[in-house]
């Protein structure tokens, strides 16, 4: 990593705009959820026995981890590809994963029903290796485990820099320690998400008679990989743009230029996949003018776009076609989820579900809870690789390793 | 090394089709009925809906009423079955094609709750992955054990029949489903008795459920076909469907099992299926573990190679 790629702490006022609504999302949320321990899923949910996971195990759990597999898009080419020049993208893809896991697992957390028993989970003997979902939960366990071991050096490169002297010992003391360990951690931060990864998608072929035919099929632990790689690159270049206006992190269009290619090639293996995939089984003729064949072709159309924008080089050289393409890559991925995961998911007749107040505020309280603490970590750590030009009513020299002024004085009020 | 993008497209397209093809060699052997399963019979028609069977279960299973209140007065009629109701009568259709049908835990031979269930609190007696005491092996029933459920429902989502149900107002909440009334089994009985007595057979006034072993069970429901042609529809519902039940159905002419709300199921059980798909990329666990290797060699020798060419720039 040469030196103008160093990563800096932002800096500014932790509590700076958006964070107080933010956080008020979040209180929402918080209040729903300690309800829900005392009340039990049913008053605060519309779950039922049909639909039993609702919207926190499609869109907390499967949404979110897809968007958190950035940190993998990203490990691929700058570890597994040798792309150095990928590196300073490492650190903020990394932490957005580590978050979104932690929001994926916490939120499963609150949805299950008997929450204590999670704490069987490392029990080997228990574990029933038939079941998708032991796969899932051991496996998202460990890969949160190892990324915030890998948000770690940022932790540590803060550390040593700090004025005391013990915080800055264990910071030089540990940072290149962990450094060496790196490589064979970075093998398990791949394995592990394209193995759960895959497994969410196989989480629904047991589900075979309620899930509707155009999307039930035995690949759907490939697509599910697939996706899961398409809204991860979509979100590393969503993210990169946003943290390039809000801070004036470095951007280079030529990165990006190649995140869009790698995306759009997957985005078009995703088609072909399910594309060919119906046809070979013959199930194109299942095609009708319903509701379930409009959400099969918005889908379609979600991830053509993206594919055929990121293509372009045109698009590639504008920030903005950029940013719009990257969260059309995102919401293909994530609209393939939620359909395959509820909206054609049928459990029967007489079942139906929209839901409620209380569980969209999780939802939304956990998302914002998420955005926020990656705005608190990006202020508080060096993550972001801050760009050469000034930056705009900042009030600091951008490119500066700075310290945050207000840790400096909570320490000297302390 | 230098892994370009096509470079990654081609694994990834070769490692998904090794997958494919693997699933395709390796699937995962049908599960047969036990020789000592136990199982039922309902036989809709000579069903006439009384709710003897209902009533009997409640009391038996120590389940609370589930109440609605009509015309000033309250009744104990639940809708379907729920976490307070283990098994119900149900009427379809009208007229000559009216019937009724009995909804309960189909206790499946290849049970998908079974195979969803991540440490094994749904499991067919005896097989489960603690020792419980007093479970015998070989019955098929699928019972519950509480202290390994950690709640997350996906037993609901894989049962093809909606069988197993959640108590949504509990803060410390149980899955709620039949377990073939084990619980009043008597040693000192001779046969099936000896394992579990399920009150809804006990009680029903027209022998419309019967409890029993499962293979005579098959072969009676196939007798009274063979007797009654035209009384029966001529199939036996769990014969086969989702790889074959321990309960079993049989209906009236002109009525099929899908009018009485009983799903049609591939012969194949769906988690047959799933466990097929889902294990033949594992290898057995090689895959993960090569994977792993293969990753860690390739980047620790990226990082030698860029230490190697620092080392040289600062020498220089």
Known sequence: MSAHETPVAVGGKLLAPPMKPLLALFAVAAAVMAFRFFAGLGPVSNMSDGFAWGIWEPINVVVFTGIGTGALGVGLLTYLANRGEYHGLVRPAVLAGAIAYTLGGSSIMVALGRYWNALLLPVVPLWNLSSALLEVAVCVLAYLFVLWIEVLPSILDRAAESASPRWSRIGRRWAPRLARAMPYLIGLAMVLPVMHQSSLGGLMLIAEPKVHPLWHTALLPALFLVSCLSMGYGAVVALVTILNLAWNAKLDPRLLATLARVNSGFLFFFLALRLGDLAWAGKLPLLGFDVTTLLFVVELCLFLAPAAMFAVPAVQRNRGRMFGAALLAVAAGAVYRVDTYLSVFRPGPGWSYFPSLGEIAVTVGMGAAGIALFIVICRLFPIVVVGKRPAVARGRAPGAPGRPPELERMRTSA | ?316
């Open chain 2, 1 to 316: 090394m230098r892994i370009s993008r096509r470079g990654l497209l081609k694994g990834t397209v070769a490692a998904g089709a090794a997958g494919a093809l693997a699933g395709a060699a390796h699937g995962r052997e049908a599960v047969e009925p036990e020789p000592d399963a136990v199982g039922m019979l309902f036989d809709s028609t000579r069903c006439v809906g009384c709710r003897a069977c209902q009533s009997a279960c409640k009391t038996a299973n120590g389940l609370h009423p589930d109440t609605v209140s009509a015309n000033g007065g309250v009744y104990d009629a639940p809708l379907d079955l729920n976490a307070s109701t283990k098994t119900i009568i149900k009427t379809f259709g009208s007229g000559e094609g009216q019937a009724f049908v009995k909804q309960q835990c189909m206790h499946c031979v290849d049970p998908p709750c079974v195979s969803a269930c991540m440490l094994g609190a749904m499991h067919k007696e005896g097989e489960g992955k603690r020792p419980i005491r007093g479970e015998k092996r070989g019955t098929g029933v699928v019972v519950y054990d509480p202290y390994t459920c950690t709640g997350c429902r996906y037993c609901q989502i894989a049962c093809p029949f909606n069988v197993p149900k959640f108590e949504w107002r509990a803060a410390f909440p149980l899955i709620v489903k039949c377990e073939l009334c084990r619980h009043r089994a008597d040693p000192s009985r001779p046969g099936p008795l000896a394992l579990a007595n399920p009150a809804c057979a006990e009680v029903c006034p027209r022998r419309a459920i019967v409890y029993g072993w499962r293979r005579e069970l098959l072969a009676e429901a196939k007798r009274r076909i063979a007797a009654e042609p035209r009384r029966y529809n001529g199939h036996v519902y769990g014969e086969h469907e989702g790889g074959g039940t321990q309960v079993l159905c049989l209906a009236g002419a002109g009525i099929s099992f899908q009018d009485l709300g009983l799903r049609a199921l591939p012969d194949r059980s769906a988690a047959r299926f799933s466990e097929s798909v889902s294990h033949a990329p594992y290898l057995h666990g090689l895959t993960p573990i090569a994977l792993y290797a293969a990753i860690a060699f390739v980047v620790r020798r990226n990082e030698r190679g860029h230490e190697a060419s620092r080392r040289e720039e600062e020498t220089r």
